[in-house]
Antibody
C-alpha cells in the first residue's frame, strides 16, 4: 500500500525559506520509472505543479519557479524534500506530494497548508 | 506552457442527470509516437487530495464507477458523468502531461440542484 505524508511548518514569514518533507511508504524511490511530484493549491484555487524527482535522481522544475525550488531525496529515509526560497504571501497554499508511476500521479498525500504572513 | 481551459466553471444538475465538463488545451496533447492523448481527469472533494478518474483521456482508473467516461483527442476533451450521484459533488480538473510543466485546468465545480 502506497502512502505519502507531507510535513513542515504551517506558518512562514515573507522572505523566509520553506522546507517541506514528503515521507512515503509502499514503494522505493530508486528506479528511474518512479518519481515523486510536488503540487500546490492556493485556497479555493487551482492546482499548480512544482517539481519532480525520479528514482535515478533526475529532477525537473516548473520553469516559472525554478530559481526558487530545490528538490532532493533521501532513499534511506524514504523521504523527498522540497525547499522554496524567498516566500511571499502569494505562496500561501496546500502543498501536496504525489507518487508518479507510468506518468500518472495516482497516490497523493493529504497535503499540508502553509501560510505566508508576517 | 500549455494552457488548459475548462468549461463551465460550475454546474448544478439534478440527481440522475448527465453532466458534461469540457477541457481545451492551447496546443495538442496527442503524441504522434504512440497516438495517446496525455490528459488526466481528477476529482477533488472538499478537504481531500485529487483522485485520478481517467488517464490517457479515456482510460478509466481501476475502481472508478463506469458512469464516469472521458473522450476527445488533440485539444478538446470531455468528462461525462452519465447519471449524477450525490457522491459526485466535487471539483473536477483536467491536466496535461504532454509537456513540462504539467498544467491543470482551473477546475469545474459540480453541485446537485
Amino acid at each position: 500500500q502506497i502512502t505519502l505524508r507531507e510535513s513542515g511548518p504551517t506558518l512562514v514569514k515573507p522572505t523566509q525559506t520553506l522546507t517541506l518533507t514528503c515521507t512515503f511508504s509502499g514503494f522505493s524511490l530508486n528506479t528511474g520509472g518512479v518519481g515523486v511530484d510536488w503540487i500546490r493549491q492556493p485556497p479555493g484555487k487551482a492546482l499548480e505543479w512544482l517539481a519532480l524527482i525520479y528514482g535515478d535522481d533526475n529532477k525537473i522544475y516548473s520553469p516559472s519557479l525554478k530559481s526558487r525550488l530545490t528538490i532532493t531525496k533521501d532513499t534511506s529515509k524514504n523521504q523527498v524534500v522540497l525547499t522554496m526560497t524567498n516566500m511571499d504571501p502569494v505562496d500561501t497554499a496546500t502543498y501536496y506530494c504525489a507518487h508518479r508511476a507510468e506518468s500518472v500521479d495516482r497516490y497523493w498525500g493529504q497535503g499540508t497548508l502553509v501560510t505566508v504572513s508576517s | 506552457d500549455i494552457v488548459m481551459t475548462q468549461s463551465p466553471d460550475s454546474l448544478a444538475m439534478s440527481l440522475g442527470e448527465r453532466a458534461t465538463i469540457n477541457c481545451k488545451s492551447s496546443q495538442s496533447v496527442l503524441h504522434s509516437s504512440n497516438n495517446k492523448n496525455y490528459l488526466v481527469w481528477y476529482q477533488q472533494k472538499p478537504g481531500q487530495p485529487p483522485k485520478v478518474l481517467i488517464n490517457w483521456a479515456s482510460t478509466r482508473e481501476s475502481g472508478v464507477p463506469d458512469r464516469f467516461s472521458g473522450s476527445g483527442s488533440g485539444t478538446d476533451f470531455t468528462l461525462t458523468i452519465s447519471s449524477l450521484q450525490a457522491e459526485d459533488v466535487a471539483v473536477y480538473y483536467c491536466q496535461q502531461f504532454y509537456s513540462t510543466p504539467r498544467t491543470f485546468g482551473q477546475g469545474t465545480k459540480v453541485e446537485i440542484k
